[in-house]
């Protein structure tokens, strides 16, 4: 087994431990129930303005996920054996980042279909809206990497986490938001693409940098 | 020149004249470039008296943006060299940029009132404004919330690098969406073309927000270094 | 059968003029010393004196502040060293074979599951996860990381803290393995583990 391979495991099965997606879902439904106490149950005005408050929610329920990224393994001296592998730090972060998008990500991509439902999405838009929430939270996750490498010694860090972490997601949640609201969609996917490979080219990159000033 | 003020004693004996000549630059400047924004240079035409906050809301814009370049260098000489007093500069210089930000935003949002009959305008600029804004205080916090001083230099350095990349990219991503969502905007923050009776006041004003910078920024960074000694001291007293 | 063959070359370790500091202060300034194939270095100093700074240095997980640290003499310097700080590194709700097999895979090596069993008694807990072991069978199995990948130079942040006389026994086993094999074992420790060092370091301002 590759240091990849080794990593990507051990971290689905730690998140899995963990509840796995559990928490970030009950997040995201919560966080999306909240927008019709808002805005009224007003079916016209939930379809116009609806959909794209999917993307508020996805990004709140991944917001949560990233405190604990890298603190455990700073503390319980994990970060330091990573530092020891052959593999390149920038590869065992990719490896985590990859973990937790497919464990965290792409559920909350799925469940993007019943809550844009729920915002009063129309039918024929929902599996693009799927698709670009799993791209958007490859580019939260990337982003996330960053953040949670450089708040790793922070004791309850998580607001200055946000505050780190959400001028990054803003590109993708302004291009997610036009696929799901319909408006602009081929351009909008492509440059949500590029958002997600940018994430997850250069957000192991930073993280990997921030972590070796962490474990020093 | 950066090489020669590299040295901390050298630069504290440079920076002990130079920023209080700069305030005083600044402060002139100031002096005169308000009054002449105010009261003597041409109204414009499409908004009349109330388009004069554009000499306060323009530098204050240009320079905001200005300081993060700044930070940005040092950062890169942070990282790569390790020098301290560009961890200093850069820190010093962050309150700085993040008022001048402040001030885009409010006086964006005063012009607008009156102009667009909104307190907030969501327009491409001020959406961008508002993300420089917050990734100034995400920098400033990440400062205060780590205790070892070369440590949270190092990290705020990273910080501050992704978001130099991140900005264009935000820039970008708001223009796109303001396209997107305002398609018709007669008035843009931006106003009309710029005649050349504006270029007094305008650089007059751009000329006091450097000079401005320049002694604030001297001044944090005297602080600290002052701030340093006395901690050292204390290590120092502490150890023996 | 030791699962680790004879290092090839002779690794070798050399440190030169080394400055470390920490948090502003600065611990030991200009230390120097050298460790060939087959050596046990047995780091001491009083608390807070620098000792898991040094190792960490070595590591390569802490940037002196000046000197030189040189390994010579390994097949590949990228698994030279293991380092076995004070934290075991391990997470509570993983089972102990998913530890040896992951430190198998990011490390480089085989998980030797019969191996590690035998030879650090945890055969009785192969599969549960670590937040039921013990101090002393957590400890052990941190130590476990030495047999899963073969690496010339060993980096011991007080081995044997948690280990009862068994546990100090099978240490003691593996350091001299290691050094008949020709690598190197630099630990820092309160007491004497066992076996009489090479060379004594201390460190000081």
Same mark, same amino acid.
């Given at each position: 087994?590759?240091?990849?391979?080794?990593?990507?495991?051990?971290?689905?099965?730690?998140?899995?431990?963990?509840?796995?997606?559990?928490?970030?879902?009950?997040?995201?439904?919560?966080?999306?129930?909240?927008?019709?106490?808002?805005?009224?149950?007003?079916?016209?005005?939930?379809?116009?303005?609806?959909?794209?408050?999917?993307?508020?929610?996805?990004?709140?329920?991944?917001?949560?996920?990233?405190?604990?990224?890298?603190?455990?393994?700073?503390?319980?001296?994990?970060?330091?054996?990573?530092?020891?592998?052959?593999?390149?730090?920038?590869?065992?972060?990719?490896?985590?980042?990859?973990?937790?998008?497919?464990?965290?990500?792409?559920?909350?991509?799925?469940?993007?279909?019943?809550?844009?439902?729920?915002?009063?999405?129309?039918?024929?838009?929902?599996?693009?809206?799927?698709?670009?929430?799993?791209?958007?939270?490859?580019?939260?996750?990337?982003?996330?990497?960053? +953040?949670?490498?450089?708040?790793?010694?922070?004791?309850?860090?998580?607001?200055?986490?946000?505050?780190?972490?959400?001028?990054?997601?803003?590109?993708?949640?302004?291009?997610?938001?036009?696929?799901?609201?319909?408006?602009?969609?081929?351009?909008? %996917?492509?440059?949500?693409?590029?958002?997600?490979?940018?994430?997850?080219?250069?957000?192991?990159?930073?993280?990997?940098?921030?972590?070796?000033?962490?474990?020093? | 020149?950066?090489?020669?003020?590299?040295?901390?004693?050298?630069?504290?004996?440079?920076?002990?004249?130079?920023?209080?000549?700069?305030?005083?630059?600044?402060?002139?400047?100031?002096?005169?470039?308000?009054?002449?924004?105010?009261?003597?240079?041409?109204?414009?035409?499409?908004?009349?008296?109330?388009?004069?906050?554009?000499?306060? @809301?323009?530098?204050?814009?240009?320079?905001?943006?200005?300081?993060?370049?700044?930070?940005?260098?040092?950062?890169?000489?942070?990282?790569?060299?390790?020098?301290?007093?560009?961890?200093?500069?850069?820190?010093?210089?962050?309150?700085?940029?993040?008022?001048?930000?402040?001030?885009?935003?409010?006086? +964006?949002?005063?012009?607008?009132?009156?102009?667009?009959?909104?307190?907030?305008?969501?327009?491409?600029?001020?959406?961008?404004?508002?993300?420089?804004?917050?990734?100034?205080?995400?920098?400033?916090?990440?400062?205060?919330?780590?205790?070892?001083?070369?440590?949270?230099?190092?990290?705020?350095?990273?910080?501050?690098?992704?978001?130099?990349?991140?900005?264009?990219?935000?820039?970008?991503?708001?223009?796109?969406?303001?396209?997107?969502?305002?398609?018709?905007?007669?008035?843009?923050?931006?106003?009309?073309?710029?005649?050349?009776?504006?270029?007094?006041? %305008?650089?007059?004003?751009?000329?006091?927000?450097?000079?401005?910078?320049?002694?604030?920024?001297?001044?944090?960074?005297?602080?600290?270094?002052?701030?340093?000694?006395?901690?050292?001291?204390?290590?120092?007293?502490?150890?023996? | 059968?030791?699962?680790?063959?004879?290092?090839?070359?002779?690794?070798?370790?050399?440190?030169?003029?080394?400055?470390?500091?920490?948090?502003?202060?600065?611990?030991?300034?200009?230390?120097?010393?050298?460790?060939?194939?087959?050596?046990?270095?047995?780091?001491?100093?009083?608390?807070?004196?620098?000792?898991?700074?040094?190792?960490?240095?070595?590591?390569?997980? %802490?940037?002196?502040?000046?000197?030189?640290?040189?390994?010579?003499?390994?097949?590949?310097?990228?698994?030279?060293? @293991?380092?076995?700080?004070?934290?075991?590194?391990?997470?509570?709700?993983?089972?102990?074979?998913?530890?040896?097999?992951?430190?198998?895979?990011?490390?480089?090596?085989?998980?030797?599951?019969?191996?590690?069993?035998?030879?650090?008694?945890?055969?009785?807990?192969?599969?549960?996860?670590?937040?039921?072991?013990?101090?002393?069978?957590?400890?052990?199995?941190?130590?476990?990381?030495?047999?899963?990948?073969?690496?010339?130079?060993?980096?011991?942040?007080?081995?044997?803290?948690?280990?009862?006389?068994?546990?100090?026994?099978?240490?003691?086993?593996?350091?001299?393995? @290691?050094?008949?094999?020709?690598?190197?074992?630099?630990?820092?420790?309160?007491?004497?583990?066992?076996?009489?060092?090479?060379?004594?370091?201390?460190?000081?301002?």
């Amino acid at each position: 087994m590759s240091p990849f391979a080794a990593t990507f495991r051990r971290e689905l099965a730690l998140l899995w431990a963990g509840g796995g997606a559990l928490a970030p879902l009950g997040y995201f439904f919560g966080a999306t129930m909240l927008v019709p106490l808002a805005m009224g149950p007003d079916r016209a005005l939930l379809e116009v303005a609806g959909p794209p408050l999917v993307w508020i929610a996805a990004a709140l329920a991944m917001l949560a996920m990233l405190e604990r990224l890298f603190q455990a393994d700073l503390e319980d001296g994990s970060l330091d054996q990573m530092l020891l592998s052959p593999a390149p730090l920038e590869l065992i972060v990719f490896a985590k980042g990859a973990a937790l998008w497919v464990a965290i990500g792409l559920p909350l991509a799925i469940a993007g279909a019943p809550v844009a439902i729920a915002l009063q999405a129309p039918l024929e838009r929902v599996p693009l809206i799927v698709a670009s929430l799993a791209l958007g939270t490859a580019a939260f996750v990337g982003a996330g990497l960053i +953040g949670a490498a450089l708040t790793a010694s922070v004791k309850r860090a998580g607001v200055l986490l946000a505050l780190i972490v959400l001028p990054l997601f803003a590109p993708p949640v302004i291009f997610g938001a036009s696929v799901a609201s319909g408006e602009d969609v081929g351009a909008a %996917l492509t440059i949500l693409t590029a958002c997600a490979l940018a994430g997850a080219a250069l957000g192991p990159i930073a993280a990997a940098a921030a972590l070796r000033l962490q474990a020093e | 020149m950066f090489a020669f003020l590299a040295n901390p004693a050298r630069f504290m004996a440079f920076s002990a004249w130079a920023a209080p000549v700069l305030l005083a630059g600044a402060l002139i400047l100031f002096a005169a470039g308000i009054p002449w924004a105010l009261f003597y240079s041409p109204p414009d035409y499409q908004m009349g008296d109330t388009a004069r906050i554009m000499y306060i @809301h323009v530098p204050a814009a240009w320079w905001s943006m200005g300081v993060f370049a700044f930070m940005v260098g040092a950062s890169f000489v942070s990282l790569v060299w390790r020098h301290v007093l560009a961890d200093v500069a850069a820190r010093a210089a962050a309150p700085v940029g993040a008022v001048f930000a402040a001030i885009c935003l409010v006086t +964006g949002s005063l012009w607008g009132a009156p102009t667009w009959g909104t307190w907030w305008e969501w327009d491409g600029r001020m959406t961008s404004m508002l993300v420089l804004f917050v990734t100034y205080l995400g920098y400033i916090a990440l400062w205060s919330a780590i205790e070892d001083e070369e440590r949270a230099a190092r990290l705020a350095a990273i910080l501050c690098l992704v978001g130099a990349i991140n900005l264009p990219i935000v820039k970008f991503s708001v223009d796109w969406w303001s396209t997107l969502h305002q398609p018709a905007s007669i008035m843009r923050s931006g106003g009309s073309a710029i005649h050349a009776e504006m270029l007094g006041p %305008l650089l007059t004003m751009a000329g006091a927000y450097l000079l401005l910078f320049g002694a604030l920024t001297l001044m944090n960074m005297r602080s600290a270094i002052f701030r340093r000694r006395v901690e050292n001291a204390e290590l120092r007293k502490a150890q023996s | 059968m030791s699962a680790r063959g004879p290092f090839q070359d002779k690794p070798s370790l050399r440190v030169e003029a080394l400055a470390l500091s920490r948090g502003g202060r600065v611990l030991f300034e200009d230390l120097s010393f050298a460790a060939a194939s087959g050596a046990y270095v047995e780091v001491q100093g009083s608390n807070g004196s620098g000792k898991t700074s040094l190792l960490r240095a070595l590591a390569g997980l %802490l940037r002196p502040r000046s000197g030189v640290i040189a390994i010579e003499g390994v097949d590949e310097p990228a698994v030279a060293l @293991h380092y076995i700080g004070h934290a075991n590194a391990l997470k509570r709700e993983a089972k102990v074979r998913e530890h040896l097999h992951y430190w198998a895979g990011l490390l480089g090596g085989a998980p030797s599951e019969d191996f590690v069993s035998k030879m650090l008694d945890l055969g009785r807990v192969l599969k549960l996860p670590v937040r039921v072991l013990s101090q002393g069978q957590a400890r052990r199995l941190a130590l476990a990381r030495l047999i899963v990948a073969p690496r010339p130079i060993w980096l011991l942040d007080e081995p044997a803290a948690a280990l009862d006389a068994s546990g100090k026994a099978v240490l003691n086993e593996l350091i001299a393995s @290691h050094r008949a094999s020709g690598g190197i074992v630099v630990a820092a420790v309160h007491e004497p583990l066992g076996a009489p060092p090479s060379q004594t370091l201390r460190v000081s301002r």
